[in-house]
């Protein structure tokens, strides 16, 4: 706003209440109202002198009325006016169906959603620097509604020395789509609250109650309410508002947005998960990254493809794999995400192990070995940055462009059309059916990027893995615990569970139990393939497990993968990851193994199957191959009947003598 015709200490004061001349002209209709307003700002005046200032000030307001009625009918009528304007054109159809004939095809630029996305497709282009811009750009635009606001944080920034470098940090870390989302959700909101209310932040919850409602006769997705809240609280965080001031936490909000949420939802059609890959699918992948005939590209993302599947990985899992990490021994291959949605810089977790069997083969290939060796040939020159690059023309090798995640997905997709049918081979393995495809391309539209996160948690499910040790499978246990006992026991309930999996879709297991059908799942996908096709082979080529009802399996030995002398990288004994915990070979198991209690530490030695406690209903446990002194603090007197004496008679501590005592595990 301009001078306001008053004095300048009190203009200043008056601007500072009033954002624009738009607020302040609705809040003045007479010189009463302005003299109410002069006497508000608390300077001192005596009766004459507000009277006279009031005067000026209504004088000016009346004075720019004009403009202000102006600056409303534009806005009113850019609100009126169609998102999409159509084309003024007064010709016919035919006169522009011969103009559009008569020129010449020009194929246009790609489109990208923002600059964001623009520049990380630009060569040499650095995900990690170009985030950090991202994050900086989102955290001053949430900034600005904090500052509009006047929320407590906006005072405090206000007297530092960087108040840009001070919004970024007060953001705390958030990712680039929360903040984004939040920024765009609240700008929505404060514009109808503005029109409304005349306000920039709603005084109590009756305000948003409205909008929340007006919004749901709209076209309205059931995720909007509990995205707006979000969006709420992200704001009154930042603010730096008590939390007996924040409304996203009031009891009467939050039972509305539910209410909302559940009428919303009502007649919605049901959310569907992914759909995960059939065995056949897994087992043609296995024998495409061993095929020499087929492109570099394809073979690396069948890899991949495997990867994702074993180690329940999401698309954008997998861009955070650090590739200096990668390494296969006896054990199997083994990695580091630098990143994940509950994991990273800043968080509890800062990074987490993945896992594959150095067996997790069904078809008798090693396909892990020829896999990670094919990956790491042709990924040695991107940059550290990238795990991988866009495909290059032709399919052998990459470039060192961003891979986004759409991209990402459709060369996973293009693998799956790739996929060829298998057969049961000469030597007990599986063999590829010469010119035939498993997925038809009408059919690949069943399967999303999500698929392979669910194929090893649902196999270990059907198994009657416990719900402890199916956490691990997709780092859903990070919360529980430290970051170090995670990264000992994660390896051991891993590997296990894809063991036990493997074991159970080859043979049944060891005791024949151990089964998974996924019929139901082929028939899912005969249903699917019945409107787009013939489904009449879908099921022959897919539903290859046979056996007694309710008890398919592969019907071949394990492991059909014998030799695992290839290592690739460094031995996985190395780091912090490893420390104390003895590496065995695959195939056997510790007699032993120590508990340690989650309050105090103590540990307590146990035999194999000497007692009902498990390593997977325990805080923490570590393999045990050679007895000492050291190794803990007390034996359980259920595996040790016959002796009963404490390793060390230093422990000093009355659980020794207790039973198996699985309260202190």
Avoid at 406 to 425: H, I, Q, Y
Avoid at 462 to 480: D, F, H, I, K, S
Avoid at 606 to 620: I, K, M, N
């Amino acid at each position: 706003m301009d001078s306001l015709g008053v004095r300048g200490d009190i203009s200043k004061a008056i601007q500072k209440e009033y954002k624009s001349l738009h607020h302040l002209s609705n809040a003045i209709c007479s010189v009463k109202d302005a003299e109410a307003i002069v006497r508000e700002t608390g300077i001192e005046l005596d009766a004459a002198g507000i009277k006279e200032q009031g005067r000026l000030l209504h004088a000016a307001v009346l004075e720019k009325e004009p403009s202000v009625k102006r600056s409303r009918q534009a806005f009113v009528q850019h609100l009126l006016q169609p998102r999409l304007r159509g084309p003024q054109n007064k010709q016919g159809s035919h006169q522009v169906y011969h103009e559009m004939i008569a020129k010449d095809i020009v194929l246009a630029r790609q489109v990208f959603k923002s600059r964001f996305h623009r520049a990380l497709r630009m060569e040499g282009a650095n995900p990690h620097d170009l985030e950090q811009l991202e994050v900086r750009k989102w955290s001053l635009r949430v900034a600005e509604f904090v500052i509009d606001a006047n929320l407590p944080a906006s005072q405090v920034v206000d007297g530092v020395q960087d108040p840009s470098e001070t919004w970024v940090r007060l953001c705390g870390g958030r990712r680039v789509s929360t903040l984004r989302q939040t920024a765009r959700v609240w700008g929505h909101f404060r514009m109808w609250l503005e029109m409304t209310f005349g306000k920039l932040w709603p005084k109590d919850a009756v305000e948003i109650i409205d909008f929340l409602t007006e919004r749901s006769h709209e076209p309205c997705g059931r995720t909007v309410p509990g995205t707006f809240l979000a969006a709420l609280s992200t704001l009154e965080v930042i603010g730096g508002l008590r939390s007996e001031d924040r409304l996203s936490l009031s009891p009467l909000l939050i039972s509305f947005v539910r209410g909302l949420e559940t009428q919303l939802s009502s007649g919605a059609p049901p959310r569907k998960s992914a759909q995960p890959y059939t065995v056949a699918m897994i087992i043609g992948a296995e024998l495409m990254v061993m095929d020499p005939g087929l492109t570099v590209v394809n073979r690396v993302f069948a890899f991949i493809l495997l990867v994702m599947v074993w180690a329940a990985l999401r698309v954008d899992d997998v861009q955070w794999i650090k590739r200096d990490s990668l390494a296969l021994s006896e054990l199997g291959l083994r990695a580091v995400l630098s990143r994940t949605k509950t994991s990273g810089p800043g968080r509890k977790m800062g990074e987490l192990p993945i896992f594959v069997h150095r067996r997790a083969s069904w078809s008798g290939v090693d396909w892990l070995s020829e896999g990670l060796s094919l990956f790491l040939e042709s990924t040695a020159t991107l940059p550290s940055e990238l795990f991988l690059g866009k495909p290059q023309k032709g399919g052998n090798g990459f470039t060192n462009r961003y891979l986004s995640n759409v991209d990402f997905n459709s060369c996973l997709k293009a693998v799956l059309t790739e996929l060829p049918a298998v057969r049961r081979g000469d030597e007990g393995g599986w063999e590829a059916i010469p010119n035939s495809r498993l997925v038809p391309e009408a059919l690949v539209g069943f399967w999303s990027g999500h698929s392979a996160r669910h194929n090893l948690v649902s196999w270990a499910g059907a198994m009657r893995v416990p719900p402890e040790q199916r956490n691990y499978l997709g780092r859903w246990q990070t919360g529980r615990g430290s970051s170090d006992t995670y990264m000992i026991t994660s390896r051991q309930v891993v590997l296990e569970v894809q063991e036990k999996v493997l074991k159970g879709i080859s043979n049944g297991g060891d005791l024949g139990t151990d089964i998974f059908v996924e019929s139901e799942l082929v028939e899912t996908l005969v249903d699917f393939s019945k409107a787009r096709g013939d489904p009449s082979r879908v099921k022959l080529l897919h539903q290859i497990m046979h056996g007694p009802p309710g008890k398919p399996t592969l019907q071949q030995k394990f492991p059909l993968l014998e030799d695992t002398s290839i290592q690739i990288g460094s031995e996985l004994g190395d780091g912090d990851m490893d420390r104390d915990v003895v590496l065995p070979e695959p195939s056997d198991t510790a007699p032993y193994f120590v508990t340690v209690s989650r309050r105090t530490g103590f540990k307590r030695l146990h035999r194999q199957g000497g007692c009902p406690v498990t390593v997977a209903q325990v805080y923490d446990a570590r393999d045990v191959w050679t007895l000492g002194a050291e190794v803990a603090d007390a034996r359980c007197l259920k595996c040790f009947k016959a002796d009963s004496q404490p390793l060390s008679s230093s422990s000093g501590s009355s659980s020794s003598t207790s039973s198996s005592d699985s309260s202190l595990d």
